[in-house]
């Protein structure tokens, strides 16, 4: 482990912490990383790792606490997790010494802090909390762990990196199938025992569900969206400002929305849906995963995807997919001057009207003159 500069001499004005930061960026092989964060992990008692909450996520920016956080563990370069015990957390907590109680928000000292507590804690009713720190050295880096998958997450969903902005590689791998409660996530082996044992101790427990990932508001709020079914939105999720996600929207991981958006549809993993487009109600977008696919599916701005249809081809601008109308790679489509193509054929073409024949069955593709006027602005200042 390095031998602090803050141990040798104390840190106690902002030239002090200038200058400690200063020489731990000058240490051969240090380099900055792409994204970190200090936060909380709970553990089972069989070690498995159930989650991890940051309360405050870092993207290319506050270099001076990643180093102050790398100084701590040893970190010089590269993407890697660490446990903090309490000794860390006091040295990391006293580098920061010149800017406690200076009236300024900090949130990767408040982090720090925060860890500090909960770590100290007893065993809480479903395992132990661990102070863990995570580097990114490249966002094209595979996740390391857990701890990491779950930093790669919160970065997604407090929009620090857009859909397919990080590598998740191996993420389900990494993640264990954990038991979501009221009372915070459990281990599922054991679990109904654990919960007989609480019941007995006055305890009320509903489990929300049985699932790799959580939901984002347990985690994350966005700011400027609206939810009106939490269990239906991952942590993962990107939703940007403007978003509404109706009771029966969905919005899964490492997917979302670019701007103000309207969803009562599926977003599927890896979808993107471009601004002041309209997913509506029943309809659904193929994802990245369903089929084991690459194929990347996007939805450009100003379309709408009417009620009960879908696509499993990317959409340009100002298209329109009629209600109950599903167009796949491999649907046949008729075109106004009488040729038949494939739906991958048109895949990303703009000002597109796609709708089924209600005479005939067969599905047309034709410019888009229709009379959508949009999004009722109305509904999205959130």
């Not at 601008?317 to 008729?334: F, H, M, N, P, Q």
Request: charged letters at 20%; a negative charge.
């Amino acid at each position: 482990m390095w031998l602090s500069l803050a141990t040798l001499n104390g840190v106690t004005t902002v030239n002090d912490f200038s200058a400690h930061v200063a020489a731990v960026e000058a240490r051969a092989g240090y380099q900055k990383p792409a994204a970190f964060a200090l936060g909380v992990a709970t553990i089972a008692p069989s070690g498995k790792v159930l989650d991890t909450a940051y309360s405050s996520v870092n993207r290319d920016e506050n270099f001076g606490a990643a180093a102050i956080f790398a100084d701590a563990v040893g970190h010089l370069a590269g993407t890697a997790t660490y446990r903090l015990d309490d000794a860390q957390l006091q040295q990391i907590l006293a580098a920061f010494a010149a800017f406690h109680g200076d009236g300024k928000v900090h949130p990767n000292i408040d982090a720090a802090r925060t860890a500090q507590t909960i770590a100290n804690l007893p065993a809480g009713l479903n395992g132990t909390r661990v102070a863990v720190v995570a580097f990114i050295g490249d966002l094209a880096d595979k996740p390391a762990d857990a701890h990491d998958v779950y930093l790669r997450l919160h970065l997604l969903s407090h929009r620090k990196v857009m859909p397919h902005g990080a590598s998740l590689d191996g993420a389900f791998g990494l993640l264990n199938n954990v038991v979501w409660t009221n009372l915070g996530p459990f281990d599922p082996d054991g679990f109904d025992a654990r919960r007989t044992e609480l019941r007995a101790l006055g305890h009320e427990v509903r489990v929300h569900s049985i699932d790799k990932f959580p939901r984002m508001t347990d985690y994350v709020i966005p700011s400027g969206v609206r939810i009106a079914d939490a269990d239906r939105v991952r942590l993962g999720a990107h939703l940007a400002e403007g978003t509404t996600v109706m009771h029966e929207g969905f919005c899964n991981f490492n997917a979302g929305t670019l701007g103000t958006s309207m969803v009562e549809g599926r977003i599927s993993a890896g979808v993107v849906v471009g601004k002041d487009s309209d997913i509506g109600g029943g309809a659904s977008i193929m994802g990245t995963l369903s089929g084991g696919g690459k194929e990347v599916i996007s939805i450009g701005e100003r379309c709408l995807i009417g009620a009960n249809g879908g696509i499993g081809i990317s959409l340009g601008d100002d298209c329109i997919v009629e209600a109950g109308c599903y167009v796949t790679g491999g649907t046949k489509i008729l075109l106004p001057d009488g040729q038949v193509v494939r739906g991958r054929d048109l895949n990303g073409a703009f000002n597109l009207l796609f709708r089924r024949n209600s005479q005939t069955g067969a599905i047309e593709a034709v410019a888009n003159k229709a009379a959508w006027t949009g999004l009722n602005s109305v509904l999205h200042k959130n």
